[in-house]
T-cell receptor, first 115, second 115 residues
Framework: DTEVTQTPKHLVMGMTNKKSLKCEQHMGHRAMYWYKQKAKKPPELMFVYSYEKLSINESVPSRFSPECPNSSLLNLHLHALQPEDSALYLC??????????????FGPGTRLTVL | EDKVVQSPLSLVVHEGDTVTLNCSYEVTNFRSLLWYKQEKKAPTFLFMLTSSGIEKKSGRLSSILDKKELFSILNITATQTGDSAIYLCAVTGSAGGTSYGKLTFGQGTILTVHP
């Protein structure tokens, strides 16, 4: 299995809703990532998990809450979002090996619309 | 702050043409440079380059890195309409000494191939 899967594909939510985005990989990768991508812009890193521990938080607002329940799963919990948070949310994973350079593989993304 | 600049920002060609996409970068503790192709959804991995002067090839696509001049090029020969996409260049630097690093993307080159 050489893919990263994400659910749901599309999500529409109100500003008072609580929802979660899910990401799964079965490639044995120990680093997982959340990116946000606005239209016509490159992906922007939000969070990095390494061995199920949060290692990078790119100053993301607390209304986004990541969780890594195990080495294959990554969640992004959403609460009290703003319309400007509407974007494509991409999950990625990569090998985590000391001294080696690892390409990241991306999931298909969740298209989020906040009303 | 790490920086990646791609040129041109957009390119329109006809099938059969050869194109060269450029990527220049500034990054602390450079580890690797990656090329991705993005159509409607997730970026698809093309190449990872870590050593200067070694060309990587995959079919009609090839890429090379110049670590002295801090740039890379992506060549596509005999272009097809299916090559139409956004081509993203990204670099990784070391992050706390571990290997996964943070991906910093350029703004992308939009390639349109007409029949």
């Amino acid at each position: 299995d050489t893919e990263v899967t994400q659910t749901p594909k599309h999500l529409v939510m109100g500003m008072t809703n609580k929802k979660s985005l899910k990401c799964e990989q079965h490639m044995g990768h120990r680093a997982m990532y959340w990116y946000k991508q606005k239209a016509k812009k490159p992906p922007e890193l939000m969070f990095v998990y390494s061995y199920e521990k949060l290692s990078i938080n790119e100053s993301v607002p607390s209304r986004f809450s990541p969780e890594c329940p195990n080495s294959s799963l990554l969640n992004l919990h959403l609460h009290a979002l703003q319309p400007e948070d509407s974007a494509l949310y991409l999950c990625a994973s990569s090998q985590e090996r000391q001294g080696s350079y690892n390409e990241q593989f991306f999931g298909p993304g969740t298209r989020l619309t906040v009303l | 702050e790490d920086k990646v600049v791609q040129s041109p920002l957009s390119l329109v060609v006809h099938e059969g043409d050869t194109v060269t996409l450029n990527c220049s970068y500034e990054v602390t503790n450079f580890r690797s440079l990656l090329w991705y192709k993005q159509e409607k959804k997730a970026p698809t991995f093309l190449f990872m380059l870590t050593s200067s002067g070694i060309e990587k090839k995959s079919g009609r696509l090839s890429s090379i890195l110049d670590k002295k001049e801090l740039f890379s090029i992506l060549n596509i020969t005999a272009t097809q309409t299916g090559d139409s996409a956004i081509y993203l260049c990204a670099v990784t630097g070391s992050a706390g000494g571990t290997s996964y690093g943070k991906l910093t993307f350029g703004q992308g080159t939009i390639l349109t191939v007409h029949p």
